[in-house]
């Protein structure tokens, strides 16, 4: 079985451009989470989708969005881009919601922000 | 407000030795603990859960505890090898989302 992937892999974009990131969960798996992971320092919580619904936000502004569709896929939307959104950003998927059951995460999007 | 600690930030051992990585957070409520080692650039591999009514958890050469009370967890890898090295990080499993540590910067020296 594939696991989490993620595209692209890695993207490079000027300030105040906008991006998508997009997740495809383990089949199966229902819940998909969105994680910013700045150099040297442990992942930040940004989404959390089950069901398409959003479950849970973390502490990003209003230019950080996401949406889970109908086969539990998901996108991760950042407008008017800043130099300090350049991360890693990983997605996550589990079976059901947190913190039910394990967490596997994909290899992540290196996004550069020039 | 949840925090996970994680001491030493960076460790070089030679290669064949037991090690402990210690993670420890500052709420106890917690529901479960997870591990992950990261390679460089690379995403977030799952190596063991804890889950909040269990003490440890073992896979292979790896065995993690957790002590809730304490808010404490470890993870010891047995006869340490080169391919070990890598980041390792732990992470609090709360209500909808996994507080991380900065990670333990693990190399094994040949």
């Known amino acids: 079985d594939a696991g989490v992937t993620q595209s692209p892999t890695h993207l490079i974009k000027t300030r105040g451009q906008h991006v998508t990131l997009r997740c495809s969960p383990i089949?199966?798996?229902?819940?998909v989470s969105w994680y910013q992971q700045v150099l040297g320092q442990g992942p930040q919580f940004i989404f959390q989708?089950?069901?398409?619904?959003?479950?849970g936000r973390g502490n990003f502004p209003d230019r950080f969005s996401a949406r889970q569709f109908p086969n539990y896929s998901s996108e991760l939307n950042v407008n008017a881009l800043l130099l300090g959104d350049s991360a890693l950003y990983l997605c996550?998927?589990?079976?059901?919601?947190?913190?039910?059951?394990?967490?596997?995460f994909g290899q992540g999007t290196r996004l550069t922000v020039v | 407000k949840q925090e996970v600690t994680q001491i030493p930030a960076a460790l070089s051992v030679p290669e064949g030795e037991n090690l402990v990585l210690n993670c420890s957070f500052t709420?106890?409520?917690?529901?479960?603990l997870q591990w992950f080692r990261q390679d460089p650039g690379k995403g977030l591999t799952s190596l063991l859960l804890?889950?909040?009514s269990q003490r440890e958890q073992t896979s292979g050469r790896l065995n993690a505890s957790l002590d809730k009370s304490s808010g404490r967890s470890t993870l010891y890898i047995a006869a340490s090898q080169p391919g070990d090295s890598a980041t390792y990080l732990c992470?609090?499993?709360?209500?909808?989302?996994?507080?991380w540590g900065a990670g333990t910067k693990l190399i094994i020296k040949p």
């Open positions: 089949s199966g798996h229902k819940s």
């Open positions: 992470a609090v499993i709360g209500n909808y989302q996994l507080i």
């Open positions: 996550a998927s589990s079976l059901e919601t947190t913190p039910n059951t394990e967490a596997f």
């Open positions: 804890i889950q909040s």
């Open positions: 989708y089950y069901e398409k619904e959003e479950r």
């Open positions: 709420d106890s409520a917690i529901y479960n």
